[in-house]
Nanobody
Framework: VQLQASGGGLVQPGGSLRLSCAAS????????MGWYRQAPGKQRELVAA???????NYADSVKGRFTISRDSAMKTVYLEMNSLKPEDTAVYYC???????WGQGTLVTVSS
């Protein structure tokens, strides 16, 4: 399974970005996918996750600002990020829990 993440970039505080993660390869059914992030000098942390049934889970630090969603085939997962803060700056990784696959990461920088 390959995961291709995209959508990162430079945005000012208060701005928005939308990340996408597309899964491809030999997997019949994906049960859950998630977004993680790792800031410089910090451990990788869960940002949000979504299951095939639509159940979502968010880190407290992003609740109310970020929204995770997926397409009906559970092959693409999105992370809508609003009201971005400088502390959201990190490399964002998508993860497929089925088989524990990781994408290559996309850098999000929130700065004026």
């Amino acid at each position: 399974v390959q995961l291709q993440a995209s959508g990162g970039g430079l945005v000012q505080p208060g701005g928005s970005l939308r990340l996408s993660c597309a899964a491809s390869g030999s997997i019949l059914s994906i049960f859950a996918m998630g977004w993680y992030r790792q800031a410089p000098g910090k451990q990788r942390e869960l940002v949000a996750a979504v299951t095939r049934s639509g159940t979502t889970n968010y880190a407290d630090s992003v609740k109310g600002r970020f929204t995770i969603s997926r397409d009906s085939a559970m092959k693409t997962v999105y992370l809508e990020m609003n009201s971005l803060k400088p502390e959201d700056t990190a490399v964002y990784y998508c993860r497929c829990y089925d088989g524990n696959y990781w994408g290559q990461g996309t850098l999000v920088t929130v700065s004026s």
